[in-house]
């Protein structure tokens, strides 16, 4: 079993920058893809960003050129710096973990963080 652990979220204004960190502990390798996603309310929850265990990321068209997502391997966190947030990012944002070391953005993952909360007010 894998437990993610998210924290970083708050409240924010357009423009401004928070940084997500989830912590994973348990039976995982520490190279296995993982992800962020987020859920606004009304709408079905979305890829933001990836990184192979390899380090090879995925952005969405949205957040491309805004946010970052990184891993320490070391300390088994993965990071989601969002810069130049805009009230369209409001949403709760989730971590994952893939079964695989190559990310299959199309792929479920097969565990999930609790989830922090972003809002971005105009």
């Known amino acids: 079993q894998v437990q993610l652990v998210e924290s970083g979220g708050g409240l924010v204004q357009t423009g401004g920058s928070l940084r997500l960190s989830c912590a994973a502990s348990?039976?995982?390798?520490?190279?296995?893809?993982m992800g962020w996603y987020r859920q606004a309310p009304g709408k079905e929850r979305e890829l933001v960003a990836g990184i192979s265990g390899g380090g090879s990321t995925y952005y969405a068209v949205s957040v491309k050129g805004r946010f970052t997502i990184s891993r320490d391997n070391a300390k088994n966190t993965l990071y989601l710096q969002m810069n130049s947030l805009k009230p369209t990012d409001t949403a709760m944002y989730y971590c994952a973990t893939y079964n695989t070391i190559v990310l299959v953005t199309s792929a479920p993952p097969v565990f999930w963080g609790q989830g922090t909360q972003v809002t971005v007010s105009s």
């Open positions: 348990g039976s995982m390798s520490s190279t296995k893809a």
